[in-house]
C-alpha cells in the first residue's frame, strides 16, 4: 500500500524553496514598474487593462468579470475564457526570444502541461489562434483563447518554468486561485493594508462568473500568489503561510483541473467513472499504466500523481480554521519592487508620485504621508472618466479606489503643489 502518510514533500516543499516567491518574480520581472498600471491604451485604439499584476483583459471582459448578478453559477471559464477546441493549444515561439536557454525553459513549461493534461500543445506561426511567447516589458497573459494571436509576454526576468507554466495558466483560462468566490474561507486579504489604488489588484471574482469545477481551493496551486507583500494575503491555516506561491509546476488539483475542464471525449475519450478519494480519469498512458485510469494525490508536490487503488486515502487537505485570526494592523513601511533606488534615481520620486507611492514607498520616503490627499493614481484616469466609465457596474469599484478625482469623488481635489509639498515635504 502507498504510504499515503508519508508527507514530508508536500508539507515542507514551499518552505524549502529558497529564492523569490512566483509573485516576485511576476513584480520584478517588469523593466518599468508603469506595466502595471490598469489602463493600457493600445496602439491601435483599443483600452487594456493590467489586473492582478500579469493579466491582460479587454476593458468588457474586465467588466462583464467583475460585473455582480443574482444569476445561477455558471461555468464562466467555458463562456468567458474560450477554452481551446478540440484541446489543441497552437503556439509561436517569436524570434524576440532568441537565447537557446530561455527556449527551453518554455519548452519545458509546455511539456509539463502536455505530460498532466488532455491539452496538446502544436507549434504554428500561422494559426489564427496562437499563443505568440514573446520578449516584452513583463510578466503577463490574456485569459483563454482569443480571435487573434495572443501575447505570452517574458521578460528576462520572468524566463523560469514556473512562470511559464503560470502564464499558460492564464491563456487556456485560468484565474489566479487567491482571486477565487470561495478564497475567504481559505485566506484573508488585508484591504487595510493595500494601497487604495492596488485594491483592483485583489478583488475577487463573483460566483456568478468563475466555476472552480468540483475542485477544491489550492494553497499550492501555481496559480496561487506567495507572502511577497507582508500583511496582504494572510492564510488561514497557518501551516500554509510560507509556502503558497511555489513555482515548482502544477500541483494535483491543478492537474485535477486542467483535465475537467478540458473534457475533450471526441479527441481523448476515456470511460466515464466515479474515482475515489477525489482523484480523477486520466486519458494517456503514464507511469508504465494503460490509459484510463483513476489517479489521486500523492502528496508529493513534486511528483504529485498516483494510482487510486494503491492508497486508502487522500492527503489531509487544510485545517479548518476560524476567521478570528492574527494579521498585520500596521502598513509596514516596505517597497515593493527591487530597483527603486534606480527609479529614485531617475527623479521619479517628483515626477511619478503616483507610481512610486505605489512601489517605492520606503525610498521615495512616503511611509505614513498623503493618506488624506484626494488624488488620481493613474495618468489615464481622464479618459475612462471621460468615456463615462466611473459608473459602470463592472468597473465602479475600481474608478472609485484609483481615479476618484477624475470621477468627481473629492469634495476639493487635491492641489498638485500640495501633493508635493506633503509627500516631499517641500
Given at each position: ?67 455582480r448578478t443574482n ?89 523560469t518554468k514556473g ?45 456568478g462568473e468563475i ?216
Amino acid at each position: 500500500m502507498y504510504k499515503i502518510n508519508n508527507l514530508t514533500n508536500y508539507y515542507l516543499f514551499q518552505r524549502h524553496v529558497t529564492g523569490k516567491s512566483l509573485d516576485k518574480y511576476i513584480i520584478d520581472g517588469a523593466p518599468r514598474a508603469e506595466m502595471f498600471d490598469f489602463i493600457h491604451v493600445m496602439p491601435e485604439g483599443e483600452v487594456m487593462v493590467m489586473t492582478e499584476f500579469d493579466l491582460l483583459l479587454s476593458l468588457n471582459q474586465y467588466k462583464r468579470l467583475h460585473t455582480r448578478t443574482n444569476r445561477t453559477k455558471r461555468k464562466a471559464r467555458r463562456d468567458l475564457t474560450t477554452r481551446w477546441t478540440n484541446c489543441v493549444v497552437h503556439y509561436e515561439i517569436t524570434k524576440t526570444i532568441n537565447s537557446s536557454s530561455d527556449v527551453r525553459v518554455i519548452e519545458d513549461a509546455i511539456e509539463e502541461w502536455e505530460t498532466y493534461t488532455r491539452l496538446t500543445f502544436k507549434e504554428s506561426n500561422t494559426s489564427p489562434q496562437r499563443i505568440q511567447f514573446t520578449d516584452g516589458g513583463g510578466c503577463y497573459s490574456m485569459l483563454g483563447m482569443q480571435d487573434k494571436p495572443q501575447p505570452v509576454v517574458l521578460a528576462p526576468g520572468c524566463r523560469t518554468k514556473g512562470v511559464v507554466v503560470h502564464e499558460i495558466g492564464h491563456a487556456v483560462g485560468w484565474i489566479h486561485e487567491h482571486m477565487r468566490p470561495d478564497r475567504d474561507d481559505f485566506i484573508f486579504v488585508n484591504l487595510s493594508l493595500i494601497p487604495s489604488s492596488q485594491w483592483q489588484n485583489y478583488r475577487k471574482y463573483d460566483t456568478g462568473e468563475i466555476d472552480p469545477y468540483g475542485v477544491r481551493y489550492d494553497y499550492l496551486s501555481i496559480m496561487h500568489y506567495g507572502s511577497t507583500l507582508p500583511g496582504y494575503i494572510t492564510t488561514l491555516d497557518r501551516e500554509y503561510q510560507d509556502r503558497i506561491g511555489q513555482r515548482h509546476g502544477l500541483t494535483f488539483k491543478d492537474i485535477k483541473l486542467a483535465n475537467v475542464m478540458y473534457d475533450c471525449p471526441d479527441v481523448k475519450g476515456c470511460p466515464r467513472k466515479s474515482c475515489p478519494h477525489n482523484g480523477f480519469v486520466f486519458h494517456e498512458p503514464f507511469k508504465g499504466e494503460p490509459r484510463c485510469q483513476c489517479w489521486c494525490d500523492s502528496g508529493d508536490v513534486e511528483d504529485p500523481l498516483v494510482l487510486c487503488s494503491l492508497i486508502d486515502r487522500e492527503p489531509p487537505g487544510p485545517n479548518p480554521v476560524s476567521r478570528g485570526i492574527t494579521a498585520l494592523q500596521d502598513t509596514p513601511c516596505q517597497d515593493v519592487r527591487d530597483d527603486c533606488q534606480e527609479m529614485k534615481a531617475d527623479g521619479n520620486c517628483m515626477a511619478r508620485l503616483e507610481l512610486m507611492m505605489n512601489w517605492c514607498s520606503k525610498t521615495c520616503g512616503f511611509c505614513g504621508k498623503g493618506e488624506e490627499l484626494c488624488m488620481d493614481h493613474e495618468m489615464s484616469c481622464h479618459l475612462l472618466a471621460a468615456a463615462g466609465q466611473c459608473m459602470d457596474e463592472g468597473l465602479r469599484s475600481t474608478m472609485i479606489s484609483l481615479c476618484p478625482a477624475s470621477c468627481g469623488l473629492c469634495g476639493a481635489v487635491t492641489d498638485p503643489c500640495a501633493i508635493q509639498n506633503e509627500l516631499l515635504g517641500s
